[in-house]
């Protein structure tokens, strides 16, 4: 049963609407536009905020703006982007100025992207009662800016952004080719008549376009000839290399970029077998696949702990890719998380968190190990934490060499390679987000008598393997996170690690 108050909110929201309604059938041209992106971006702000407020997003920033749902994308794109930046002044604003009742507070992200509008943007039309409502408070809104301003003793917003650096994220970006659908050079051709288009010196089938090429709507990339896959994330298929007619077990499978990768590198022979635990995340599994036209990709929704190993339907398992669950603080930059209230807040690391994954990718690590025809194994990484990478691969090493495996060195040529918390770290690899825009790590095992593997080594190409060393122990060191990283470079490193890091990325100062 509605009580009182209830039906006096919808008759609000009610008129409320209706009352927009009619303010947008009066709009032309820009200001149509414009009213509407302004609630298109609301409505993406809600969910973002109500996501980060949970700690539970349902997708990043990018993604939601990006669904199909949203019409103006870079318009809406722009307009979160800014006024998230913006929100701690906005709502330091809004407090001090106490213009907001009830009824406005049930709509505050329009009120934030309208105010932002007002404090930092563009020129507010009067159309649209929230537009009009704010602005009858404009000189009221900047006053409280300025005062906030002489407060932390700056005179502009930009001198005080300027105390709070954000990372840069203008990377290139990198489309995959699916080779699958359309060879590297038609796609190469088919660019180039739009954007300036190099191809990747290490993935052959990596292409670079200039940083903020928005390629969404291209048609290569909704008839699935081209996928959006940063470098790092496509290193990871080519780091583990399936031969053609293998069968090869996807762990960790949703959203399926690397399954699908795997199929064009095992140019449709062999069998994939696509594992995901989460039943929400198989449709958009399946998704993915259909788009590449793979036919050879079998989804199982199933928890990987739970696989039998000794099940005779594993029994050709040759490779198998796992890339579990992380914190996935090496995209944290490239998804904007930045921007979130709670990292914008310089909240500090959830510890409890990160251990739980990382007693799952070491438990999930471990389990890999146990399929009797296995040859390879990669685990990788969106994390740029230790505790989830290097403290993870040092951990399962010895169960690894109880089965006959070793760590090797995908990439021998990549610069950037593991923190030297044991010898033979050297032959995991990392990517560094300020420069590669996302935070990697990849640790590939071969069985010691990998052929195929020896055999590609001696050709020294980049985009071959190679073996490594025995690896033992050399110091325990705490795991280490984003910030410290660099500072535990300079100042902790021993002159023999420094040594092994000198020509790394990571280690540049
Ligand atoms: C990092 S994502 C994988 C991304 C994927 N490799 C790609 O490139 O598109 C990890 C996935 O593993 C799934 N997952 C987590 N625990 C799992 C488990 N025990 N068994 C199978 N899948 C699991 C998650 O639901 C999530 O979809």
Known sequence: MRTKSMRKKKKGDDACKENEAKSSKVLKGAERSAYFARREAAKVLKTVLEGDAKRRALASIKTLVYHPSVRNKKATFALICQTLKHLPFINDVLQAAKILNTKWKRQQELIYIIVYDILFGQEVPLVGDAEKYLMRHKEALHLHL????????????????????????????????????????????????????????????????PPGTDLHDHPLVKNG????????????????????????????????????????????????????????????????????????????????????????????????????????????????????????????????????????????LQHAFLFPALERVVYSTCSINQIENEDVVKSVLPIAESYGFQLVKPFPGWPCRGLPIFEGSENLVRTDPAKHGEGFFIALFAKKDDVNLSARSNKNDNRTLHSSTRTRNVRRKQPIHTNMFKMWLSGQLCRRHRHMLDNSCCGRN
């Open 146 to 209: 300025k005062k906030i301003l002489l407060q932390k003793n700056v005179k502009t917003v930009k001198e005080l952004f300027a105390l709070h650096e954000v990372p840069d994220v203008s990377v290139p970006r990198n489309v995959r080719v699916n080779t699958l659908k359309l060879d590297v050079d038609s796609a190469l051709v088919e660019l180039r008549k739009k954007y300036s288009v190099q191809k990747d010196d290490l993935l052959h089938d990596l292409l670079i376009l």
């Open 225 to 364: 000839s081209i996928f959006l896959q940063g470098k790092a994330s496509s290193m990871v298929a080519p780091a583990l290399s399936p031969e053609p007619g293998w069968e090869v077990l996807d762990a960790c499978a949703a959203p399926g970029n690397k399954t699908v990768h795997l199929a064009a590198l095992m140019k449709r022979k062999g069998r994939i077998i696509a594992c995901e635990l989460k039943k929400e995340r198989i449709k958009r599994l399946n998704d993915t696949i259909k788009l590449s036209g793979a036919t050879n990709i079998q989804v199982l929704n199933e928890d990987f702990l739970n696989i039998n190993s000794k099940d005779p339907a594993y029994s050709k398992v040759k490779a198998i890719l796992l890339d579990p669950s992380c914190s996935g603080s090496g995209t944290a930059a490239s998804r904007l998380d930045h921007l979130l209230p709670s990292k914008a807040a310089g909240q500090n690391v959830d510890m409890e968190r990160l251990n739980k994954l990382a007693a799952f990718q070491r438990k999930a």
